[in-house]
């Protein structure tokens, strides 16, 4: 079966840690990307790659890093840059130009 | 900048009709996409509206009108497992890739 898997489904780690999200598709889609959610929010947008080798900030980039080396994987860095980085990561594919995205299951990262 | 409103929260009875509005400001966008997510879950796409009018999948339905910046979501026949939280997103398209979304609408579904 064709889909995002993102690992662990929760994470924890200790502050001023940088901690990394995985995210691994097999739809064979050129287009990923990363966004935060915070409860009662919506999601937004961190960074996103539409073709390998190449990636561009979102709306909140601060404090994170990507790096996009094969088609079907785009890891997340959550630094210690990153002020308030407890929140639930998602990440997600597109065939063409984003307006149908697949998602992942999502980590739950918490930094304590 | 942009900017969506959604109502927090909203209410409906099993089987019956529910409608979720979305109000935005932009300066410009390609069209309005509709996302499910339930608690703990990975959202998942409904549908997009790249021109006004109505379109229907199944028992949902969605809605744009670009001189009136306003959308909506429609479920019909409303079901327990449509309890759940609904985000509309704007998307910016021309290369861009990137959706904005809303802060999304709380569904309760009651017996």
């Known amino acids: 079966d064709g889909g995002i898997t993102q690992s662990p489904k929760y994470l924890f780690r200790k502050e001023g840690q940088n901690v990394t999200l995985s995210c691994e598709q097999n739809?064979?889609?050129?287009?990923m990307y990363w966004y935060r959610q915070d409860p009662g929010q919506g999601l937004r947008l961190i960074y996103y790659s539409q073709i390998v080798n190449d990636f561009q900030k979102g709306d909140i980039a601060e404090g994170y890093s990507v790096s996009r080396e094969k088609k079907e994987s785009f890891p997340l860095t959550v630094t210690s840059a990153q002020k308030n980085p407890t929140a639930f990561y998602l990440c997600?594919?597109?065939?063409?130009?984003?307006?149908?995205?697949?998602f992942g299951p999502g980590t739950r990262l918490t930094v304590t | 900048g942009q900017s969506l409103e959604q109502p927090s929260e909203v209410t409906a009875v099993e089987g019956a009709i529910v409608q979720i509005n979305c109000t935005y400001q932009t300066s410009g966008f390609y069209g309005l996409s509709w996302y499910q997510q339930h608690d703990g879950g990975a959202p998942t796409f409904l549908s997009y509206n790249g021109l006004d009018g109505l379109e229907e999948t199944g028992r949902f339905s969605s809605f744009l009108s670009r001189s009136d910046s306003y959308g909506y979501l429609l479920l019909q026949e409303l079901q327990m497992k449509d309890s759940a939280s609904y985000f509309c997103a704007l998307f910016r398209g021309a290369g861009s890739y990137q959706l904005t979304f809303g802060k999304g609408t709380k569904l309760s579904v009651i017996p």
């Open positions: 739809l064979n889609h050129d287009a």
């Open positions: 997600a594919s597109s065939i063409g130009q984003g307006s149908e995205q697949y």
